[in-house]
C-alpha cells in the first residue's frame, strides 16, 4: 500500500513537471548604453523605423534549457525601400548563444519607406530574458 502511494504522489509530481519552464541559470547581463556604441548622424531603432514585417527572434532552444540570459545589439542599414540590409552583430553577452537566432530574425524585417530615404548604421537591441525576447531602448 505503502509503494503503491509513493508511486502515486511520483506520478502526480513529475506530471506538473515541465521542460518548457525556464529556469535561469544566469544573472541577466545589464543592459549597454545603446547610443554610446552610435554616432550622432546613426539611427537607433524605434526613432526613424516604422516596422510592417516585425518578429522578435525565439529564445535559442539550447539556451532555454540551459537557462542562459543575454542580450544582443544588431545593426542594420534600411534601404529606401524598407529592406534590411548588412545586418550584423554590433555585440553580444555572452558571446555565442544569441547571435545566430537575432541576426536571422533581423534579416526577415520590413520596414515601411523611410521618410529621409535610406538608412545607415541602425541599431537595435534585443533581451533574451527569463525565457522571453524583448526590445530594448
Known amino acids: ?11 502526480i509530481v513529475s ?4 521542460k518548457d519552464t525556464f529556469r535561469p541559470k544566469s544573472q541577466y547581463p ?3 548604453w545603446v547610443k554610446g556604441y552610435s554616432d550622432p548622424d546613426d ?3 524605434g526613432e526613424k523605423l516604422a516596422a510592417v514585417n516585425f518578429e522578435l527572434p525565439k529564445y535559442p532552444r539550447r539556451s532555454f534549457n540551459s537557462g542562459r540570459q543575454g542580450w544582443v545589439i544588431m545593426r542594420l542599414d534600411v534601404r529606401a525601400d524598407g529592406e534590411t540590409e548588412n545586418v550584423d552583430v554590433e555585440r553580444s553577452v555572452p558571446d555565442g548563444l544569441f547571435e545566430g537566432a537575432s541576426r536571422a530574425a533581423v534579416q526577415d524585417w520590413r520596414f515601411a519607406p523611410p521618410k529621409d530615404g535610406a538608412l545607415k548604421n541602425c541599431r537595435v ?4 530574458r527569463a525565457g522571453d525576447v524583448t526590445l530594448g531602448g
Open 15 to 18: 506530471a506538473c513537471a515541465t
Open 43 to 45: 539611427c537607433l531603432g
Open 125 to 128: 537591441l534585443l533581451r533574451f
Open 1 to 11: 500500500m505503502r509503494a503503491a502511494l509513493i508511486l502515486a504522489l511520483t506520478v
Open 30 to 32: 545589464p543592459d549597454p
